[in-house]
T-cell receptor, first 114, second 111 residues
């Protein structure tokens, strides 16, 4: 069964460093998302991406964040200069098309900023 | 603004039914979802219901939606120890179908 994959599963980085979190959505999916879950808090929407551009972003998704779909398979989230408060589980998700609402999630990347 | 609330904990005995409740605020939500998260694992889509439906049944799972009260529930029949997990309620909103999440209900199933 097709699934969303994410790498790495755990990333430890120092404050101020750049990190890139990688996702491979399900192959025929067209809408892509990043969410994050800070320990003990709700899962929060960060950004949605469709047709090679950001379709919506939350107020969390400031200039330190960017997303890219560099080829036909990968979908990346870059954090330019990490802060301690960026420590969280980051989930990638995708859906197949506008008429379908089943949003499938990857296993997540745990980002620890020290 | 949009918000989703759930009770944090539920404990049931194996074989009993579990009912997990959720309330939401956005009346324009199109779909409402239940996801399951087992320890150390990702978010698994369990089921979802379109906002113009009252009920959806899928094997041991029954979803009830009271749109007037903005109340959603998930009933798990014959709960097993393997059902122990965190259950998240989420509402799908907007053209981009972003999900707004509850905090999750931790279900403990006791033998």
């Amino acid at each position: 069964e097709p699934e969303v994959t994410q790498t790495p599963s755990h990333q430890v980085t120092q404050m101020g460093q750049e990190v890139i979190l990688r996702c491979v959505p399900i192959s025929n999916h067209l809408y892509f998302y990043w969410y994050r879950q800070i320990l003990g808090q709700k899962v929060e929407f960060l950004v949605s991406f469709y047709n090679n551009e950001i379709s919506e972003k939350s107020e969390i998704f400031d200039d330190q964040f960017s997303v890219e779909r560099p080829d036909g398979s990968n979908f990346t989230l870059k954090i330019r200069s990490t802060k301690l408060e960026d420590s969280a589980m980051y989930f990638c998700a995708s859906i197949t098309s506008g008429g379908i609402y089943e949003q499938y999630f990857g296993p997540g990347t745990r980002l620890t900023v020290t | 603004g949009e918000d989703v609330e759930q009770s944090l904990f539920l404990s049931v005995r194996e074989g009993d039914s579990s009912v997990i409740n959720c309330t939401y605020t956005d009346s324009s939500s199109t779909y409402l979802y239940w996801y399951k998260q087992e320890p150390g694992a990702g978010l698994q889509l369990l089921t979802y219901i379109f906002s113009n439906m009252d009920m959806k049944q899928d094997q041991r799972l029954t979803v009830l939606l009271n749109k007037k009260d903005k109340h959603l529930s998930l009933r798990i029949a014959d709960t097993q120890t393997g059902d122990s997990a965190i259950y998240f309620c989420a509402e799908g909103t907007g053209n981009n179908r972003k999900l707004i999440w509850g905090l999750g209900t931790s279900l403990a199933v006791n033998p």
